[in-house]
C-alpha cells in the first residue's frame, strides 16, 4: 500500500487540490463517492496529531 503521508501545514494545498480535480463535471455517481471522499478526510483534519499518527500507523501495518 502506498503510504499516506500528509503534514498537517498541507492540508489546505491538499484540499485545494481535491477540489479543484473532482468537484466539477462528474456522474453523479463519481460525484457521491468523491464527496464521501472529500469529508473523511476533512474529518481526518480535526483530529489530533496523535491520533492521526496512529491512524497512519495503522495504514502502514
Known amino acids: 500500500m502506498q503510504r499516506i503521508d500528509f503534514k498537517i501545514t ?4 491538499f484540499e ?3 477540489l479543484n480535480r473532482y468537484q466539477t463535471g462528474n456522474s453523479d455517481s463519481k460525484s457521491a ?3 464521501s471522499f472529500i469529508r473523511f478526510f476533512l474529518m481526518l483534519k480535526k483530529v489530533k496529531h496523535h491520533a492521526w499518527k496512529r491512524f497512519r500507523i495503522n495504514l502502514d501495518s
Do not use: A, G, L, V
Open 10 to 13: 498541507q492540508w489546505n494545498r
Open 16 to 18: 485545494h487540490f481535491i
Open 33 to 35: 463517492e468523491i464527496s
